[in-house]
């Protein structure tokens, strides 16, 4: 007898599975079978709050329970119903005046669940768990300080925000005592995106607790915030100006037999940020930073004054430190012997003596600064670059950082006032020196 293969007959077997199909099909469409179908729902509606605060005999306000942000609901229908069925068609509400007590702690309130589409009643709907846990706590109404978060957004290229205000720039928020001293700040946040212009926007304030955390839905829910947590907040975009120069002076005389020298700043120049009219007023200035003389005062000074000065209360009004800027700086002014004066040397005319092989050596100033007296010679005859050498020798020295002293040749008739020393780094890598 001959064995039948799976095979034989295929087009005939597909054909009897299809036509199953189908059959399966209209029964279960003619049938309309009964079945339930579940829905996870969040952020039950808890209404009528007002009764609970505003009762003579209560007068708290009203807090869900943490942990408790989901109901499982069920709904029976036919499977035509059912298959209409969507989440957002399902609603959960928890009515303050339904509760059956309002003397236990927590107060259980019961859930009502509702669907809008058709043919489906109360007596369809079951909903775990039945109550919602509510707790009473004491009413609390504090002010909070609306502060404006940008986050990591930055404005455009050459940009830099002048100012971030809130209308209004505090709020009242009410709630349930203990839910209130929870928080910690209210925030307005708002992106900047290479904004290059002023703009204001209505922001919908979030609120962090005391961990640093945003109060969760069911918890805002139960605060009453003033103006509907809405602000209008406004930013000022300030365009940047850089190579803003920084002079200063001083005041007094030095000991006797010393004399002024220069005054240095460090930094030399500054990056500010400001509104047009601000900018206006610094460049009527020309563009200078001035620091008043009667900050520096070297009187009696027989060695050199350094003074650390904040610019923050120098800047024109409507103009600030760029953000990557700091606000001191450091003045120098050089207390020389009489007779005396101090020479900018550059650091790449110094000859570096026994230079480690396969190593480079960088100097960590581009200048160095080189006193110099003549008793018998005008010090304004002296040419830097010509008549002054300078060098320095790395005998024994290997990679590092090291502070060296610098051998100093003079024309005669010239002396030095006091020793020099640089800094350098020798290092395996490529460098430029003077930088």
């Not at 550059?346 to 190593?359: A, C, G, R, S």
């Not at 003549?374 to 502070?403: F, Q, R, W």
Request: hydrophobic share 35%; glycine share 6%; with cysteine.
């Amino acid at each position: 007898m001959k064995k039948k293969k799976i095979t034989d007959n295929l087009s005939l077997k597909i054909m009897s599975v299809a036509v199953a199909v189908v059959v399966w099909l209209i029964v279960v469409n003619i049938d309309n079978p009964v079945g339930t179908n579940y829905y996870t729902i969040t952020n039950v509606e808890l209404i009528n709050k007002e009764y609970v605060e505003s009762s003579d005999t209560i007068g708290k306000m009203c807090m869900p329970e943490e942990n408790q942000d989901t109901v499982r609901v069920a709904i029976t229908a036919d499977k035509k119903t059912r298959d209409k069925i969507r989440v957002s068609d399902i609603s959960a509400v928890a009515d303050l005046q339904q509760a059956v007590s309002l003397d236990t702690n927590p107060v259980m309130v019961p859930i009502t669940v509702t669907c809008s589409v058709s043919g489906i009643g109360p007596g369809d709907i079951k909903v775990t768990p039945q109550n919602l846990s509510v707790n009473l706590d004491e009413k609390e109404t504090q002010e909070f300080v609306v502060n404006v978060i940008r986050g990591d957004t930055k404005p455009g290229k050459d940009y830099e925000v002048g100012s971030l205000t809130a209308n209004p720039e505090k709020v009242r928020i009410t709630g349930p005592k203990s839910l209130v001293n929870k928080i910690d700040k209210v925030n307005a946040a708002i992106e900047l995106n290479g904004k290059t212009q002023d703009f204001t926007q209505e922001v919908t304030l979030s609120i962090i607790d005391k961990n640093q955390e945003a109060l969760s839905d069911s918890e805002m829910n139960s605060l009453r915030i003033e103006n509907n947590a809405q602000v209008i907040v406004t930013a000022k975009l300030w365009k940047i100006r850089q190579g803003v120069k920084i002079s200063a002076g001083y005041v007094g005389t030095p000991a006797e037999g010393y004399q002024a020298g220069m005054i240095k700043t460090v930094p030399d120049t500054i990056s500010v940020a400001g509104s047009t009219e601000g900018l206006e007023t610094l460049a009527a200035n020309d563009n200078v930073i001035t620091i008043p003389s009667e900050s520096i005062d070297i009187s009696g000074e027989s060695s050199d004054v350094e003074k650390k000065i904040s610019l923050k209360d120098l800047l024109p009004d409507n103009v600030k430190l760029t953000s990557d800027s700091s606000e001191d700086v450091w003045v120098t002014v050089s207390i020389l012997p009489e007779g005396s004066r101090e020479f900018s040397f550059p650091t790449k005319e110094i000859e570096v003596k026994n230079k480690p092989d396969d190593l480079q050596v960088t100097f960590e100033t581009a200048q160095i600064a080189i006193r110099i007296k003549s008793d018998s010679k005008d010090l304004d005859d002296l040419d830097v670059t010509k008549d002054i050498k300078a060098s320095i020798d790395l005998e024994d020295k290997e990679e590092g950082n090291y502070e060296v002293p610098v051998t100093v040749s003079l024309p005669d008739g010239y002396e030095i006032v006091e020793n020099v020393s640089t800094e350098v780094v020798i290092s395996s890598g490529t460098v430029t020196e003077g930088q």
